[in-house]
């Protein structure tokens, strides 16, 4: 199976809004609902963001959100903050019943 | 409040077999909603799903990996275990276990992720 597809890097002065593409397959993203979302600042593990595609768990600021186009989701984080400065990561589903990850995208907040 | 620690040994010798173990704890490991899932995370690289299994002991693997992969579960200790076989410095990596929603295949929680150098 072959990783997701998502941008090396994106960056964003604080307050603005950034979106983060997480391209995959009809066998993956473009077949299920079922596309998460992961923070993971250095030396600390991944934490869920979003799951479904669009929904927050307990606790996670009403900043960040999801959606899906086709085989094509998006992470979108509004009103940048210092501390949104990590790594993202995608997730899927896929028709193997396999999971599957981007390859991650550094997010900058200048 | 779920916890899914990792323990086992940090350096490995090429060519031998990894040994990982996953104990849950502040939850059921037979609970019908969840899978138990391994993770793996190259030094500055991105996650690579290793495999997921249910309580029941069906079980999905990374194509990539299976042929050197074996995840077991133990209900009775409420520990899930990974094996990985064949071990190149390619396999140097943090492994991490999660637990997997049935029915989402979203990865909550984490545990912290243990080190694993392979080298002679």
């Given at each position: 199976?072959?990783?997701?597809?998502?941008?090396?890097?994106?960056?964003?002065?604080?307050?603005?809004?950034?979106?983060?593409?997480?391209?995959?397959?009809?066998?993956?993203?473009?077949?299920?609902?079922y596309?998460?979302?992961?923070?993971?600042?250095?030396?600390?593990?991944?934490?869920?963001?979003?799951?479904?595609?669009?929904?927050?768990?307990?606790?996670?600021?009403?900043?960040?959100?999801?959606?899906?186009?086709?085989?094509?989701?998006?992470?979108?984080?509004?009103?940048?903050?210092?501390?949104?400065?990590?790594?993202?990561?995608?997730s899927?589903y896929t028709?193997s019943a396999t999971r599957v990850?981007?390859?991650?995208?550094?997010?900058?907040?200048? | 409040?779920?916890?899914v620690?990792?323990?086992?040994?940090?350096?490995?010798?090429?060519?031998?077999?990894?040994?990982?173990?996953c104990?849950?704890?502040?939850?059921?490991i037979?609970?019908?909603?969840y899978y138990w899932a391994w993770i793996?995370?190259?030094?500055?690289?991105?996650?690579e799903w290793i495999g997921s299994i249910y309580y029941s002991g069906s079980i999905y693997y990374n194509?990539?990996l299976k042929?050197?992969v074996?995840i077991l579960v133990?209900?009775?200790?409420?520990?899930f275990?990974l094996?990985?076989?064949?071990?190149?410095?390619?396999?140097?990596?943090?492994?991490y276990c999660a637990r997997d929603r049935r029915g989402g295949s979203w990865f909550?929680?984490?545990?912290?992720?243990?080190?694993?150098?392979?080298?002679?």
């Amino acid at each position: 199976q072959s990783a997701l597809t998502q941008p090396a890097s994106v960056s964003g002065s604080p307050g603005q809004s950034i979106t983060i593409s997480c391209i995959g397959t009809s066998s993956d993203i473009g077949n299920y609902n079922y596309v998460s979302w992961y923070q993971q600042h250095p030396g600390q593990a991944p934490k869920l963001m979003i799951y479904d595609v669009t929904t927050r768990p307990s606790g996670v600021s009403s900043r960040f959100s999801g959606s899906k186009s086709g085989n094509t989701a998006s992470l979108t984080i509004s009103g940048l903050q210092a501390e949104d400065e990590a790594d993202y990561y995608c997730s899927s589903y896929t028709n193997s019943a396999t999971r599957v990850f981007g390859g991650g995208t550094k997010l900058t907040v200048l | 409040q779920v916890l899914v620690p990792e323990s086992g040994p940090g350096l490995v010798k090429p060519s031998e077999t990894l040994s990982l173990t996953c104990t849950v704890s502040g939850g059921s490991i037979s609970s019908t909603n969840y899978y138990w899932a391994w993770i793996r995370q190259p030094p500055g690289k991105g996650l690579e799903w290793i495999g997921s299994i249910y309580y029941s002991g069906s079980i999905y693997y990374n194509p990539s990996l299976k042929s050197r992969v074996t995840i077991l579960v133990d209900t009775s200790k409420s520990q899930f275990s990974l094996k990985l076989t064949s071990l190149t410095a390619a396999d140097t990596a943090v492994y991490y276990c999660a637990r997997d929603r049935r029915g989402g295949s979203w990865f909550d929680p984490w545990g912290q992720g243990t080190l694993v150098t392979v080298s002679s």
